[in-house]
């Protein structure tokens, strides 16, 4: 492999091509647009429409896209030549600034919400400059927003920038309240830690219902899991190496920061980490991500499997979102630095996070509701569904100190003693790590610990922004009528300190006994499953506040609410259509065949001697005959339990009778199905067990 430096961003139109390729009048100008949002003339985009076009040529693109992030979850990508006609009968290569700009997809097919009737078919992509163009395969890819014919957004890119734009805006308001005249924009930055499963392909085509759904319904636990904590942060298998070799080939081909790798908690399990980078741009490179993953997997025999739970009774998949703030010179506007108790801005902005976090808990919970996530949060290895914030020691003494009005004597540096005279000697962090907690910081960021490792970055990020939008703006809006600033400023960090502190939890999130606390003492929310929290988006305290950021309008809204509740029930309907077919082709069938084996046997036996007394088969075959009969009746019952859910029109209702009513029935099937793989004959069995598929890559 050539030194990365050397290949990095190759098939990215990125800062070094533009400046190569373009004028310096058109490059400034771009720059302009890129940096300060400046508005687009149209001979500049027909100049690096031209630029584009022969660059990707040159690295042997021939069609274009614009590429998208619809509410489905996953991106869209229409594509079209280069190619024109030409008067002798050939073709030339032609990209125009209006096709970079603007492209024109068919909006019918996409969830929309009730935001279009369906023949209502005309949508537009509208380039985001901002974030880089890149080569896939032979395809020049532009990110692009979406949005209808009306100009309702109908995808996850246009509010993340509207939200980006929100921030931006009230967090210069404080910055020039403190002085700062420097600063142009401010903007969020994100890293997303990506985690994984990966299992071979060979034992993936043997299972419809990882095939189906990205998650084994079925699954007795195996002798060993992850009990011995032997594989976090363990050697990398061979195979599972090169993967990662390749896979980091990929991206940083992409211009995709790929930084940290190692093998996470369970079998199988493995973690991904990128360098951060400007919100918007970490969203598409994350997308990209958990494409190119999938595919290198493919490449090399194997399946990467990103569903939050794909497997019971071991370690989910999340995907920690790290969100920090900073300005356009490099300034972090939530780092502490040496004396945080004398850091007026770093306390306030501080002070606008805890506040957003402890008004907007419910859009924090809905931003990463899914049906997969539901069955992660609150497990052994996840956060909870209560969102809470996690200070360490010394924000906490600090914030102690504030709200008392006492003075803060800081925390004395302690140094590490290893009691090996040749270890190097270093200061011991003022705080510690809370891997429990939903959301921690983490020295100069805060770490949101709830993501799904399938979720899109974008939706968390639109509502944490949008939250601290609000807190910035009241706090400025305060500020600037003030007679006394200093006076003002230090009330405000303290109401804000009493008011909010509820949300701060430095303890063991895992605990039951915080739940109880968080949800009976604290009056904190706990809502555990998406038609839980879902509906919330539509509460009026959170619809005045994003439709007055123009985040999002009324109308979308509601229809990002229906199609949220619309996936959770199609999701969970086609599990449980596949474990009725599983069950009743595969289960019963299985078990069918090892009870006559069972019954030959003990035939036989009594044939040659009628004194043997057959006990071991005769009481498998009582257990296995009664496991056949139990299956039977709890996969009619999941059936008529999903039928009588087909006429239910309204998607609130819907969801809350698969919440109680299928996700029971399903509960009840598997654990009947999973008692007898455990006695069932190993090769009667009629797919790879969770020994098989948790430790097969070698």
């Known amino acids: ?92 290569m032609e990209f125009s600034g209006k096709e970079l700009i603007k492209g024109e997809p068919d909006a019918s097919s996409f969830p929309s919400g009730g935001l279009r009737a369906t023949f209502e ?75 994984y499963f990966l299992i071979t392909q060979e034992m993936y085509e043997k299972r419809k219902d990882l095939q189906f759904t990205g998650r084994t319904l079925f699954g007795a636990k195996p002798p060993k899991g992850q009990e011995m904590d032997d594989h976090y942060f363990g050697v990398i298998k061979p195979r599972v190496a090169a993967y ?7 991206l940083w081909k992409l211009g995709i920061l790929a930084k940290t790798e190692h093998n996470e908690v369970a079998p199988a399990q493995h973690e991904l980490a990128p360098i951060y980078t400007t919100t918007n741009i970490a969203t598409d490179h994350n997308q990209l991500t958990m494409e190119i993953m999938q595919k290198v997997a493919a490449k090399n025999g194997l ?69 997969g996530n539901d069955h992660r949060l609150g497990a052994n290895e996840a956060p909870p569904a209560v969102v809470s914030i996690f200070l360490g020691d010394e924000l906490n003494a600090v914030l102690e100190a504030i709200e008392t009005d006492t003075p803060y004597e800081g925390m004395e540096k302690t140094q590490m003693k290893l009691g090996v005279n040749v270890l190097p000697k270093f200061n011991r962090d003022t705080t510690d790590r809370n891997r429990t907690s939903p959301f921690a910081f983490t020295g100069n960021k805060f770490e949101f610990r709830m993501l799904g490792s399938s979720n899109s970055i974008a939706c ?9 939008a609000e807190s910035l703006k009241i706090y400025a809006d305060r500020l600037e009528k003030a007679e006394d600033f200093e006076e003002t400023l230090h009330e405000m960090i303290r109401k804000t300190i009493k008011d909010h502190k509820h ?81 009743k082709t595969e289960i019963a069938p ?17 044939a040659v001697d009628e004194s043997i007394s057959c006990g071991y088969e005769t009481e498998l075959l009582k ?61 009667y069995w009629p797919f790879p067990t969770y020994g098989e598929l948790l430790f097969g890559v070698r």
């Open 623 to 683: 257990k296995l005959s009664g496991f056949e009969e139990q299956i039977s009746i709890y996969a009619e019952e999941l059936e008529e339990a999903v039928m009588n859910l087909q006429d239910i029109e309204d998607i609130e209702t819907k969801a809350y009778g698969i919440r109680d009513r299928v996700l029971n029935k399903m509960s009840e099937l598997r654990v009947v199905c999973d008692e007898a793989e455990k006695v069932t004959a190993k090769k």
């Open 244 to 250: 990662m070799e390749e896979l980091n080939e990929e």
């Open 121 to 195: 078919a005309r949508g537009y992509t509208a380039w985001d400059p901002t974030s880089y163009a890149f080569i896939k395969g032979k395809t020049l890819c532009i990110p692009t927003a979406f949005c209808s014919y009306g100009g309702e957004a109908l995808d996850k890119k246009t509010p993340l920038l509207r939200s980006m734009e929100a921030l931006n805006k009230q967090a210069l308001r404080i910055l020039r309240l403190f002085g700062n005249e420097d600063a142009k924009c401010v903007r969020t930055s994100v890293g997303p830690e990506q985690e």
């Open 303 to 371: 399946v990467c499997l990103l569903h939050e739970k794909p497997f019971a009774g071991v370690n989910g998949s999340g995907k920690h979102n790290n969100w920090s703030l900073a300005t356009d010179k490099g300034v972090n506007l939530l780092s502490p630095g040496e004396t945080p108790y004398e850091n007026a801005q770093f306390l306030l902005f501080l002070c606008a996070v805890i506040k957003a976090v402890d008004d907007y808990q419910d859009l924090l919970r809905l931003s990463v509701a899914t049906a």
């Open 503 to 583: 949300i701060i939890f430095n303890g063991n999130g895992y605990d039951e006994t915080w739940i109880k606390e968080a949800t009976e003492k604290r009056g904190l929310l706990n809502y555990r499953t998406t038609p839980d929290c879902m509906p919330h988006l539509l509460d009026n305290k959170n619809v005045k506040m994003l439709t007055s950021h123009k985040v999002f309008s009324e109308a979308e809204l509601k229809s990002r609410c229906e199609i949220m509740l619309d996936n959770y029930c199609k999701t969970v309907l086609i599990e449980a259509n596949t474990m009725i077919d599983m069950a």
């Open 590 to 606: 299985a078990i069918s065949a090892y009870v006559l084996e069972l019954a030959n046997t003990a035939s036989t036996k009594k």
């Open 460 to 468: 968390a990020n639109i509502m944490l922004n949008s939250a601290v």
């Open 1 to 92: 492999m050539k030194n990365v430096s050397e290949f990095f961003g190759c098939k990215v139109f990125d800062d070094r091509v533009m400046k190569a390729n373009l004028s310096a009048k058109i490059y400034q100008s771009l720059r302009k647009t890129i940096d300060e949002g400046a508005k687009l003339d149209i001979s500049v985009a027909n100049a690096v429409a031209s630029a584009m076009k022969d660059w990707a040529v040159a690295n042997g693109a021939t069609h274009y896209t614009h590429w998208f992030q619809p509410l489905t979850g996953v991106t869209a990508e229409k594509h079209d030549s280069f190619i024109s006609p030409s008067p002798d009968g050939g073709v030339i």
